[in-house]
């Protein structure tokens, strides 16, 4: 009897997926994984193999282990019937499992087996995707014959599986209808493997097949909840089931909308009281992911969670498990909108008093936690004590993201609702500490911190809350330098580098390690030569502000005044390291060059003059004069040199715009003239010689650089070509070396050094093209035959195959095989050149390749080398990538127009060269394409073309229809409004009427935060911050880097006289100045400060321009723009009347105003403004005044940010002295003179057993104390652990009867389950019952 009535549980056991039995749990897993599930306690060997197999036995049909009674008796205890009713009992399983044995004994077998096959293909499967893996990461030369085995396996395994799928879900249809139709339905439900909860999709692919569409997320419920009602279980048992429910919860997401609290509540608070740390953890985190929103918070904090985890949060580290889950409990209420409502200052308290804690492994997150709710409640954080720690970790350098918690500060200073929590010059400028304070600065805390100052001082409320106290933070900054110490030194001109956004020239690195300046003068020349200064570029009316120029003019205003160059000039008069000097000479000259093109002319005359050093130099009688002159000549020289290898030679006081640079790189492409292209037949010879080809057959003894001069000068000499065919062997050997089958240059490891082959191969091609002897030998020499026969084996139309196909994708990757596409791009960028392609057939190949998609990074490979400035073959194939390839095959070869859209030139006599329109045809193509992000492209680079008005007006003239693209048409249609001929075709579309009525009733609102966005992209550092990238795929083809200005509707109305006719006949702009002349000073209402953004906006681009700056001067809205950047409250407000107020200044007439106001702009030398103005007083803009601070006891918290609503009382009442002494020791505790003393007594109290410490209604008073009062972690821990273990039962389960006599026989009190859920040693003896019972 006893062997057939264990079988049917033995059975459905086995019948269980591996994972139910052996938990995953058991894995180790990283401690904060948030999704990760419990890792139970780790017993003896003899103790787990016990409590398995009880868990085993018992767990499954979630029975109760108390004593049952027998068949046929009766009990008058109506939670043992109701439990024998829900679940059945041991003997009711057996005599309807004796009936049914016969009949399912053979199905159930049968389906077994099929189950373990499954489970034994499945580990097959695994093992060998894995294996698959593994040899991918090997050559695949070594691995092919393996790798072949092993996927001919997986394909046998697959189909294994998935003939066992099909078997198992047959059997489990047949066993779905119930023998006895008399059965109750839950047994069913507990019998049936269908309809446990399943392993989850992540550890079983197989499971969720079969098993998922059988699964009833209700009765699974049922039955781990009813599991987790068995009591005296080992940890594990918990866990486990714990860690099914939570995998319950994210399988069906809504299951915990439909929880019945009483129960489920229930059960949470048993396993919160349990004493097994692990148990604890595990009902945190069922907790967690049971909360769904505000209502099921409430109903959490109503079981006493609050006390629960103020106790957690207090243990010693070896409840670790605990605590964090504990934690994670805590931020999941964040999580929830407006759910820091819900979470007490009590908790908020603890949290702190752990993140005080250096050593605490919880440290780092509670500092996070305290930062998220410092940004949702910044009251409840200061009523709280929380503020204390985050300051700390600021000032100590210990937490190492600074710049994540001064974000957190940057966001309250902001407005003054919120700014009145910091404390005025104090929370930021902690920072600084590591800077001033030169005993205790400690490198690591210096470089972090210079990156939290470097992202203060690039926002608003950073940079007029440093200004405080007349520059006070960033005077101690700069002021820093003086003090002796290389590494605050080196940091503060790093920091200075990286604030004025200055980009090292290219000669920096060679002239920082020592190496002279007049060796790069002549290098750089080479690049702004006379040939580029003939040729200058077309202009570009009304381009775009740039305003992070107009905020680092301000910067370098700001630190001009906090007396940055007189410290620089001392560092390096004074330092003894070198590169620290000539790096210090180097930023001086750099500041000089940008003061000089972005600051008026009052700011940087004075700036140039260096007063302090020709002073020093001076002093002929002084032998420091030695060293402040040689400081002069560096700067000289530095200057100098910067001047010659700026893009344009600039001229001062003369800011290039973005489109200008391009334009100046397009005629920086064109090749130079080169002197040494005419030598006599000694110097060529000596340098064929130098070279090392003739004496060394081994390339890799030339030399790569006399190679290179030989190539770009004589050999444009189609004599010299002749002679270095037949008279020597330069020209075979070196041609030979790039031939793809002799495995030279095709073998070389693709690195940052080895592209100075591909460069020489590159020029090789062009030169040859450029006579008829080099072009003759190039068309008959094999290398482009065998290139050819290289894209052959890629074609699958050739016929031609290879194991291992020259530009296979690992080839390209590791090997230079990726260098002969930018050698064909040569090719292809000259008729010679393509007549050569055409003659191999490499353009079929090419199309082929690209009709096939086989290969997209080799096709990507292709579009981004080959030229299209020819009319031909690589035009025919762009475009049909453009229209047949893939999506990612599309957006690519739309980049690749990007170049090829936008060039332009001007020669000397005026006359526009654009050989843009066979692109811009192309692009207006693309806009139809059927993929929005293909279209998006196509008009990113349509409206940079827009900024040549020749090209603008083509583009109109194609007459492109963008109804169909909405939003993402809009920017490119605003553009089209900058002439009249665009005007013309817009109102004959009716677009202008309907767009400006949609800007002025809501779009100017939503372009605030478009614009914000757009900025603050800008003023992160962007990945130019790692240069020399090494890509073959060109991915700067592929990223818009373009951070440029978001098209403002009426900006481009005022361009044109009709569009200025338009806006004076609506209104639009009075309206305008009067919204921000009514409401531009008020700081309450957040929608209005977003309606007055929008307003300074559109008011600022008509500004802007010379046609709308007349409507400046009809109203006096630009004094109301000058006083909002002047003394608003808010610093974002301020920030947007700067740059508004720098938009206004790039027309005459904006300039002439603020004129009035004491604002002023440098200009160009023809007296255009640059927009970037300054005011002439700094002190008038950084005049922000300290505010009231709010102090935690003027602070009123919600009731539901109480754990205790009544505070302790100031005098203490309590009538029994003992309970009286404990309270008023509580107290003690917070004074560190009588701290050791109440410490003592403490202890004592509870070595002689006070009856206080048994009384829930003491514990009470004392957490009240701890909530309101700060404590430190420790004395938290040592208070909590006082109190007798039952009081806390007590508190949770919101009993509040303090008899001492009950509470001193609490263990008495306790029922059978609760004792035996916390008492786990019990469990021989509950074993022993219910085995007892179900015989």
């Known amino acids: 009897m006893l062997s057939s009535s264990a079988t049917p549980t033995h059975k459905s056991l086995a019948s269980q997926p591996a994972h139910a039995v052996n938990s995953p749990v058991a894995a180790p897993r990283p401690s904060l994984d948030r999704d990760g599930g419990l890792q139970p306690p780790n017993p003896s060997a003899n103790g787990a193999r016990t409590a398995s197999s009880a868990a085993s036995s018992f767990a499954p049909r979630g ?50 087996a099929l189950k373990d096959a499954l489970s034994r293909e499945l580990k097959i499967k695994e093992g060998s995707e894995n294996m698959l893996e593994a040899l991918n990461a090997k050559k695949a030369k070594q691995t092919k014959e393996q790798r072949q085995r092993v996927e001919a396996e997986l394909m046998a395994s697959n189909a294994r599986i998935k003939e066992l799928k099909r078997k198992i879900s047959d059997a489990q249809r047949s066993k779905a209808a119930p023998s006895t139709p008399t059965r109750p339905r839950n ?85 919160l009281l349990s004493n097994s740390r692990e148990v604890v953890a595990a009902g945190y985190r069922m907790l967690r992911y049971a909360i769904s929103d505000m209502a099921s918070l409430k109903k959490i904090r109503s079981l006493n969670t609050d006390f629960m985890v103020v106790v957690s949060l207090a243990k010693d580290r070896k409840a670790d498990v605990e605590r964090e889950q504990a934690l994670k409990f805590v931020r999941a209420f964040l999580d929830v909108k407006d759910g820091v409502r819900e979470v007490s200052r009590a908790v908020v308290r603890t949290i702190a008093a752990v993140a005080e804690q250096v050593e605490d492994r919880l440290r780092p997150i509670c500092i996070e936690t305290l930062a998220e709710v410092l940004l949702r409640d910044p009251a409840l954080l200061v009523a709280s004590g929380g503020l204390v720690p985050l300051s700390e970790a600021l000032a100590e350098g210990t937490y190492k993201s600074p710049e994540s918690l001064s974000s957190a500060f940057l966001y309250l200073l902001d407005a003054p609702q919120t700014r009145k929590y910091l404390r005025a010059g104090y929370e930021l400028e902690v920072l600084f500490t590591a800077f001033t304070d030169a005993l205790f600065s400690f490198e690591g805390v210096i470089k972090q911190n210079s990156k939290a100052i470097a992202s203060a001082l690039k926002s608003w409320s950073g940079l007029m809350t440093l200004s405080m106290y007349d520059f006070r933070a960033i005077g101690s900054l700069i002021s820093s330098l003086m003090l002796p110490n290389p590494t605050i030194r080196d940091t503060v001109v790093d920091l200075l580098y990286s604030l004025l ?11 920082l390690a020592g190496r002279r300046l007049t060796t790069y003068g002549r290098v750089t020349t080479l690049k702004s030569s006379t040939s580029s200064k003939e040729e200058t570029v077309y202009e570009d009316d009304g381009a775009e502000q740039n305003f992070v120029e107009h905020y680092t003019a301000l910067l370098l205003a700001l630190f001009v005044k906090a007396g940055m160059m007189p410290n620089l000039l001392r560092v390096a008069q004074d330092t003894d390291d070198p590169t620290l000097k000539r790096k210090t000479t180097l930023l001086i000259g750099e500041t000089l060059k940008l003061a000089s093109r972005i600051l008026p002319p009052s700011w940087s005359s004075e700036l140039q003059l260096l007063p302090e050093l020709f002073a020093a130099a001076s002093q002929f009688n002084n032998e420091a004069h030695f060293n402040a002159t040689g400081i002069v000549y560096q ?63 081994n390339p890799s003894k030339w030399n790569w650089d006399v190679v290179l001069k030989i190539i770009e000068g004589p050999l444009m000499n189609g004599k010299r070509v002749e002679e270095a065919i037949k008279a020597s062997k330069f020209a075979k050997r070196l041609v030979g070396f790039y031939r793809p089958f002799k495995f030279k240059f095709s073998e070389i490891k693709s690195t940052r050094n080895t592209q100075k082959y591909v460069r020489v191969g590159c020029a090789l091609m062009h030169t040859l093209l450029q006579t008829a002897e080099g072009t003759k030998y190039l068309a008959d020499n094999k290398l482009l035959r065998q290139i050819a026969e290289c894209f052959a084996q890629c074609d699958p139309t050739s016929g031609l195959t290879a194991q291992y196909p020259m530009f296979s994708k690992d080839r390209l990757t590791d090997t230079l095989c990726g260098g002969y596409f930018p050698m064909i791009g040569v090719l292809s960028s000259d008729p010679k050149g393509l007549q050569m392609l055409e003659r191999w057939r490499i353009f079929n190949m090419m199309y082929h390749i690209v009709d096939f998609k086989q290969r997209p990074d080799l096709i990507k490979l292709l579009l981004a080398n080959l030229d299209y400035s020819l009319q031909g073959h690589p035009r025919v194939l762009l475009s049909k990538a453009l229209t047949a390839g893939t999506k990612d095959m599309r957006i690519h070869a739309t980049n690749v127009l990007r170049k090829y859209a936008t060039r332009q030139r001007v020669t000397p006599n005026g006359q526009v060269i654009s050989d843009s329109k066979w692109a811009i045809q192309l692009l207006v193509t693309q806009l139809y394409d059927p993929e929005v992000e293909v279209c998006a492209t196509a008009v990113k680079i349509l409206e940079k073309a827009c900024n040549s008005k020749a ?77 020399h990238r090494l890509s073959i795929y060109a991915d700067d083809l592929d990223t818009d880097q373009d951070n440029h200005v978001p098209p403002h509707f009426y900006r481009e109305l005022s361009r044109t006289k009709e569009g200025c006719k338009l806006l004076e006949d609506k209104g639009h702009f009075e309206e305008f100045a009067s919204t921000i002349r009514e409401y531009g000073m008020q700081s309450e209402d957040s929608e209005l400060i977003t309606k007055v953004k929008g307003c300074l906006w559109a008011v600022g681009n008509v500004g802007s321009m010379e046609l709308g700056a007349p409507f400046l001067e009809s109203t006096d809205v630009v004094e109301h723009i000058v006083k909002i950047a002047e003394s608003h409250d808010v610093m974002s407000l301020r920030g947007t009347a700067f740059f508004v107020l720098g938009l206004i200044s790039r027309s005459t007439h904006g300039l002439e105003i603020l004129s009035e106001h004491g604002w002023e702009s440098n200009t160009t030398p023809l007296g255009i403004s640059l927009g970037l103005c300054v005011p002439s007083d700094l002190s008038k803009l950084f005049s922000c005044k300290p505010w009231k601070h709010e102090i935690p006891a003027t602070i009123r918290l919600l009731d539901t940010q109480k754990t205790i609503l009544e505070p302790p009382p100031t005098e203490i009442v309590e009538e029994d002295e003992t309970n009286r002494r404990i309270l008023e020791l509580m107290t003690e505790l917070g004074n560190m003179v009588l701290y050791k003393k109440a410490k003592v ?27 309101c009062h700060h404590y430190r972690l420790p004395d938290r821990h040592l208070v909590i652990e006082l109190f007798d273990k039952n009081v806390l039962r007590h508190i949770i389960y919101g009993e509040e009867s303090s ?29 022993t019952k219910a085995q007892k019972a179900s015989l």
């Open 63 to 112: 029975a109760s282990l108390a004593p049952s009674q027998p068949p046929g008796s009766f009990s008058s205890e109506l939670r043992s019937q109701t439990m024998q009713s829900r679940a059945g009992s041991r003997a009711d399983v057996f005599a309807r499992d004796k009936l049914d044995e016969d009949d399912e004994s053979i199905a159930e077998s049968a389906l077994n």
């Open 1299 to 1327: 008899d001492e006599s009950g509470s001193s026989s609490g263990d008495e009190q306790r029922t059978e389950r609760q004792r035996s859920i916390s008492d786990p040693a019990d469990l021989e003896k509950i074993i």
């Open 951 to 1027: 090209l603008l007006e083509y583009i109109v003239e194609c007459r492109p229809a963008l109804d169909h693209l909405g939003e993402i048409g809009a920017p490119l249609l605003l553009r089209f409004l900058s002439t009249s001929i665009g005007y013309h075709y817009l109102d004959g579309l009716d677009y202008i009427s309907n767009e400006m009525d949609d800007w002025f009733l809501g779009r100017n609102d939503t372009y605030v935060s478009l614009i914000e966005a757009s900025l603050a992209r800008s003023f992160v550092d962007t990945h130019e911050d790692q240069p």
């Open 501 to 511: 956004r200055i980009k090292p020239p290219a000669w920096a690195t060679s002239y």
């Open 187 to 271: 047994e069913g439900l507990l019998r049936s493997d269908g309809l446990r909860s399943p392993p989850s999709a992540s550890r079983s692919g197989a499971g969720s097949d079969f098993e998922e569409p059988t699964e009833s997320p209700t009765f699974a419920l049922a039955e781990i909840l009813q599991a987790l009602e068995v009591e005296g279980m080992t940890p594990e048992y918990y866990v486990e089931r714990s860690n099914n429910l939570v995998d319950l919860f994210k399988r069906h997401p809504t299951l915990k909308y439909d929880l019945v609290w009483s129960v489920f509540g229930d059960r949470m608070q048993d396993m």
């Open 635 to 697: 700067i000289s020289s530095v200057s100098r040199t910067l001047y010659r290898s700026s893009p344009s030679g600039y001229a001062a006081g003369y800011l290039p715009s973005s489109s200008m640079l391009e334009n100046m790189s397009h005629v920086e492409e064109t090749p130079k003239s080169n002197a040494i292209v005419n030598t006599d037949d000694a110097t060529f010879r000596q340098l064929l010689i130098d070279s090392g080809v003739l004496g060394h057959s």
């Open 1241 to 1267: 007594e403490l202890f004592q109290l509870r070595h002689k057993k006070a009856p206080g410490f048994r009384q829930p209604a003491l514990f009470r008073k004392v957490m009240a104390m701890m909530e």
